[in-house]
């Protein structure tokens, strides 16, 4: 087992390269207030952003606060959100969503981490997204990527994704969770892709346990 120190170098020197590597990564929803974005975040599950930004254009355009969207008959909601996937159990968290925050929070999304956990269709990721992009909160994201590479870095032997945070967050200096967080993101889907990861491009290769361990490097010398 890989002494904690060392872990925590490598954990470093990883996210030095890869926010280096990847200095524009941001988050790619489109919104202009908290309320959109945590929106546009529901709907971005099991989506990809380009779809979402496609159909929040035009939502947004219809319906933009808590109010608009607890007015909105499902019917309605279900069909502008249907081509994000999942659009029944989608549109009724968005309504769900809407409905809770004009009761119990003033019709403002919150900031504290508990809060965003009594939200229908909320979990931990799509607080830290909303967290971090709109409210410039340190954040680690544990989306796909960030899961699939934190596993194949070595950094973490923990599946769920709350514990994946935790560790992490113990790993890194606080200034660097969010940058990190779109950093993997951004690396997972460009080089360490879930079926063909490029390890012969990767700017973390040689820290990096998993590296050309894959079938497609079989017959590397
Ligand atoms: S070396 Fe390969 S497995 Fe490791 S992070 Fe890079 S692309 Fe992914």
């Not at 200095?23 to 989506?47: G, H, N």
């Amino acid at each position: 087992m890989e002494p904690e120190e060392s872990l925590r170098e490598r954990a470093r020197e990883i996210a030095r390269r890869l926010i280096r590597e990847y200095p524009d990564a941001k988050c790619r929803l489109a919104f202009s207030s908290p309320f959109e974005l945590l929106v546009a975040t529901i709907l971005a599950a099991q989506c990809t952003d380009d779809m979402v930004n496609k159909v929040t254009a035009d939502l947004f355009k219809r319906a933009s606060t808590p109010e608009d969207f607890a007015r909105m008959p499902l019917a309605q909601l279900q069909k502008a959100v249907r081509s994000t996937g999942f659009y029944r159990n989608k549109a009724k968290a968005v309504k769900g969503m809407s409905k809770m925050l004009l009761e119990d929070f003033d019709g403002r999304v919150p900031v504290e981490m508990d809060d965003f956990l009594k939200l229908p269709g909320v979990a931990r990721k799509t607080a830290n997204v909303v967290r971090t992009a709109a409210y410039g909160l340190p954040a680690i994201i544990t989306d796909t990527h960030f899961i699939r590479l934190a596993g194949r870095l070595g950094l973490t032997k923990n599946k769920r994704p709350d514990k994946i945070e935790a560790d992490l967050c113990a790993l890194l200096p606080e200034e660097t969770w969010s940058p990190f967080s779109h950093a993997m993101l951004f690396h997972g889907r460009a080089v360490c892709t879930a079926k063909k990861p490029a390890c012969d491009r990767c700017a973390v290769s040689d820290l990096c346990p998993s590296a050309f361990k894959f079938p497609h490097f079989e017959d590397r010398p």
